[in-house]
C-alpha cells in the first residue's frame, strides 16, 4: 500500500537553528499538508499545499516557517529560527483532492529543541 | 472557530469487552468526519470516513455513527482487543480550498487482559 515517507523519524537540534524536515507524498496524490502535535496535545494545522503554492495557512505558520516542493517527489518544512517551543512531533500527509478520502498521514519525525 | 471535542480522555476496559467513544464538533463547513488510530510516536491510521449523507460506516470491529443535524458522531469498538489500545482521534475535514483537518483531543484506550 503506498505510504507517506518521513525522514529523519527523530531530529535533535539546538535552538536559533535552521531545520528541514522531509517528507515524500503518495506519487498521484495532489494536496500536501503539515500538522504538528506538540506532547500531550491535539494535532494542528500548520499549513497545505497545492499546485506548488499555499492554500491555506494557520496561524501557528508564521515568518519562521516555510514549505517547498523542490522536485516531483520531496515537500519540505523549513523553520529558519527554531525556539523551543517548536518541540513536537511533525506529521506530512498528501490527499489525492479536495474532500477526497485519500488523506494519508506519515508516521512523523520528532523534533526536539534543546 | 472550528473545534472537535472528544470523550472520555481515557477509557481503560477488560479484553473482549465493548466501548463507545464520543465526538461532538463545531466545523463549517462540514466535508466529513474521520476517526483514527494513533499509537504512542506514530502517524494517524484511518478507520472510517463518513459523508454528511452516511449515519453509520463499519470498518471489521470499528462502528462510527455520525448525527450531521446534532454534529454528534460515536466510534464503537466490539470485542475488543489488547492491540485496540491506542489514541481514537475524531477528525472533521472542512469543505473549502485546502481541505484542512480539525483533530480532536483523542481518547486513550486501554484494553486490559
Keep these: 500500500e503506498p505510504e507517506v515517507t518521513q525522514t529523519p523519524s527523530h531530529q535533535v537540534t539546538q535552538m536559533g537553528q535552521e531545520v528541514i524536515l522531509r517528507c515524500v507524498p503518495i506519487s498521484n496524490h495532489l494536496y500536501f ?82 | 472557530k472550528n473545534q472537535v471535542e472528544q470523550s472520555p480522555q481515557s477509557l481503560i476496559i477488560l479484553e473482549g469487552k465493548n466501548c463507545t467513544l464520543q465526538c461532538n464538533y463545531t466545523v463549517s463547513p462540514f466535508s466529513n468526519l474521520r476517526w483514527y488510530k494513533q499509537d504512542t510516536g506514530r502517524g494517524p491510521v484511518s478507520l472510517t470516513i463518513m459523508t454528511f449523507s452516511e449515519n453509520t460506516k463499519s470498518n471489521g470491529r470499528y462502528t462510527a455513527t455520525l448525527d450531521a443535524d446534532t454534529k454528534q458522531s460515536s466510534l464503537h469498538i466490539t470485542a475488543s482487543q489488547l492491540s485496540d489500545s491506542a489514541s481514537y482521534i475524531c477528525v472533521v475535514s472542512a469543505n473549502n480550498a485546502g481541505n484542512m483537518l480539525t483533530f480532536g483531543g483523542g481518547t486513550r484506550l486501554m484494553v486490559k487482559p
Excluded: H
Design chain 1, 33 to 114: 499538508y503539515w500538522y504538528r502535535q506538540i506532547l500531550g496535545q491535539k494535532v494542528e494545522f500548520l499549513v497545505s499545499f497545492y499546485n506548488n503554492e499555499i492554500s491555506e495557512k494557520s496561524e501557528i505558520f508564521d515568518d519562521q516557517f516555510s514549505v517547498e516542493r523542490p522536485d516531483g517527489s520531496n515537500f519540505t518544512l523549513k523553520i529558519r529560527s527554531t525556539k523551543l517551543e517548536d518541540s513536537a512531533m511533525y506529521f506530512c500527509a498528501s490527499n489525492t483532492g479536495t474532500g477526497a478520502f485519500g488523506y494519508t498521514f506519515g508516521s512523523g519525525t520528532r523534533l526536539t529543541v534543546v
